[in-house]
């Protein structure tokens, strides 16, 4: 019954690739974000989507393109991967109303690029 | 930017010490969160203060704000070992749609 689940928890693939990961909540919740965290932990967000409008894209290169097919998911694919895009990547969720409620973090996708 | 920044960057305390966590931030908010990661696990969302709010306690943490001072304090109270984590505050300005993280404080709690 985990409330913010993400696929795969592990991802390493080469230089170039093209991947996805997946992000599912059963929370109920409006809205829905994905956040990289680097090596040194810095925690930052990338994408913010409301009831499956983007209301935030913070810079990210156009080689990430989050899609959400219902309010309950939100899916991330990133095209022609570089080694600069090591790091977790994690979904997260809150009810409707960005910044103003708690924040609900799904446990991570640790991308490795070799 | 970088909107808090944490003091200190790590901590080591033994079971039962109290442990205290600063966090300082550069613009006006409308609250600041706090959340633990706990190692190879996402956030864990402990406790959200407004800007109009001084203190706020949940359990063994109690929360300070100073808005004069732009700064928050985090303070646990007879630590244990599964308190070991990182701990990060957040803030929201109520103009940006959302939260901007702090350099977060490792806590390390020995037996």
């Known amino acids: 019954d985990t409330a913010v689940s993400q696929t795969p928890k592990y991802l390493v693939t080469q230089m170039g690739n093209d991947k996805s990961i997946k992000c599912e909540q059963n929370?109920?919740?409006?809205?829905m974000y994905w956040y990289k965290q680097d090596s040194k932990k810095f925690l930052k967000i990338m994408f913010s989507?409301?009831?499956?409008?983007?209301?935030i894209n913070e810079t990210v290169p156009n080689r990430f393109s989050p899609k959400s097919p219902d309010k309950a998911h939100l899916n991330l694919h990133i095209n022609s991967l570089e080694l600069g895009d090591s790091a977790v990547y994690f979904c997260?969720?809150?009810?409707?109303?960005?910044?103003?409620?708690?924040?609900?973090f799904g446990d991570g996708t640790r991308l490795s690029i070799l | 930017s970088q909107q808090g920044e944490e003091d200190p960057q790590a901590l080591s305390i033994q079971e039962g010490e109290n442990a205290t966590m600063n966090c300082s931030y550069r613009?006006?908010?409308?609250?600041l969160q706090w959340y633990r990661q706990n190692s190879g696990r996402g956030l864990v969302h402990l406790i959200l203060i407004r800007s109009n709010e001084r203190e706020k306690h949940s359990g063994r943490l109690r929360v300070t704000l100073d808005t004069s001072k732009k700064s928050s304090s985090l303070l646990i109270t007879a630590s244990r070992a599964a308190d070991t984590a990182s701990y990060f505050c957040?803030?929201?300005?109520?103009?940006?749609?959302?939260?901007?993280f702090g350099t977060g404080t490792r806590l390390q709690v020995t037996l």
């Open positions: 929370l109920g919740h409006d809205t």
């Open positions: 957040a803030t929201y300005t109520g103009t940006a749609s959302k939260l901007t």
């Open positions: 989507y409301n009831n499956k409008e983007l209301i």
């Open positions: 613009t006006s908010i409308n609250n």
């Open positions: 997260a969720s809150s009810p409707q109303g960005v910044g103003n409620q708690p924040q609900h």
